[in-house]
């Protein structure tokens, strides 16, 4: 979500993990944020194509508490619904570690072993990128650049490590599928994890799956507030979407999911963060 246009800057990495820190104001992680559009220049958070300027006046974003620990085999569609109320073209969010825990993606680590992250972090990569000391660069399996493969300690029981879903969009699939046949509401369903950037300091949410809502906006062709034609902007509405969302989730307060609610509904399609957000190869020019 841009930030300068919702009226929010950049997260920052700090130590009060529970909640989330919006220039100089404080947000709890369970209140619900409203970004509205900008009433001067009729220009929406996510856009400034005609079509969002008079589709979207305002997004809220509300946090999906109460859900409790998930475990292997647990139905998690069923679980969110019952503590949710859903309506039709809104964007469910879930954060990795409980889309991992129910599908069984948490593995032993004995916590006296110095190597044993390392061993596990190096089995989950398809090659190492960096290191520094016990900090380990790696690109995953499923084409994800970011540090230790995705594998992760935190808020998990002493012995246990929880890894990446095998195949996030697939994951996201499932969860919007099932929900179409619970409730028979059509959402968007993204599956976030936190992420370092390089050259940047501090962490955010980023998609790794998603289901049923375009992963990259494209705006090429189209013009700006100027009318000049705009011929490389391509916006990934996914993360944006993901790290607005991890305002009301926070690290610590238990809420695994959150529901954005006002996005057009032109947004609304099949999609896939490997086939649309991935960079290939040949189009990288750090490799």
């Not at 016990?134 to 002493?158: K, M, P, Q, R, W």
């Not at 501090?202 to 809502?213: H, K, M, N, P, V």
Request: one cysteine or more.
């Amino acid at each position: 979500m841009r930030k300068e246009s919702a009226q929010a800057t950049a997260k920052q990495t700090t130590e009060e993990v529970g909640n989330s820190q919006i220039g100089n104001s404080h947000i709890d992680s369970t209140q619900v944020v409203n970004l509205q559009r900008d009433s001067s220049t009729g220009n929406s958070p996510i856009g400034n194509t005609e079509e969002y300027a008079n589709t979207t006046t305002g997004l809220s974003i509300l946090p999906a508490a109460g859900i409790g620990e998930v475990t292997a085999g647990c139905d998690l569609a069923d679980l969110i619904v019952q503590h949710c109320h859903l309506e039709d073209f809104d964007v469910l969010v879930v954060t990795q570690k409980v889309v991992s825990k129910a599908e069984g993606r948490v593995v032993g680590i004995d916590p006296t072993d110095p190597d044993a992250k390392r061993k596990l972090v190096e089995s989950e990569s398809r090659r190492i990128l960096r290191r520094r000391g016990d900090l380990i660069i790696s690109e995953t399996y499923h084409g994800f650049v970011c540090a230790s493969a995705g594998v992760d300690l935190s808020n998990i029981e002493e012995g246990y490590a929880v890894l990446l879903p095998i195949d996030p969009d697939r994951s996201a699939r499932r969860i919007r599928d099932r929900i179409k046949a619970i409730n028979g509401k059509q959402v968007g369903v993204i599956i976030s994890d936190t992420f370092g950037r390089t050259w940047r300091t501090g962490l955010t949410d980023i998609a790794i799956g998603c289901a049923g809502i375009a992963a990259i906006v494209d705006l090429k062709g189209t013009t700006d507030a100027n009318g000049r034609i705009l011929n490389a902007t391509e916006v990934c509405i996914v993360d944006e979407l993901a790290s607005a969302a991890e305002l009301v989730m926070g690290k610590s307060s238990g809420i695994p999911a959150a529901i954005i609610r006002g996005l057009p509904h032109t947004i609304f399609r099949d999609s896939s963060v490997k086939e649309e957000v991935i960079r290939h190869p040949s189009g990288d020019l750090f490799r």
